[in-house]
């Protein structure tokens, strides 16, 4: 460990250490990308953790919808005719993929494939 990562751990805040930790492990994810870097209208694929999950309604249709944070960025992820998922809960790291699309200026994905991955300590 270099002395800046030293000194960057000594007065980082704890939010800044957590996103580093994400940030760290969605780059260790094969084949994902940072969710700072996906581009409206092209297939990717990326990594993190579920910050919230609801259920919203869309237009009559039942929606879950997820909200995957990876330390660099927040994407959230939309199961059309879906009210849960087992597994999919706040909380846990999951691996998505599909087509990138901007929704209010937030970058979105509809009915992903996704793998879940284990909770830290498991």
Known sequence: MSLRDTLHKAV???AELEADEERAHALRSAGCVPVSSVADRRRASVSGVLRSVTLRPREG???LEAELYDGSGTVDLVWLGRRSIGGVEPGRRLRAEGLVCS???RPTIYNPRYELRPRSGE
């Open 61 to 63: 249709v039942p929606a």
């Open 103 to 105: 929704l209010e200026g």
């Open 12 to 14: 980082a805040s704890q």
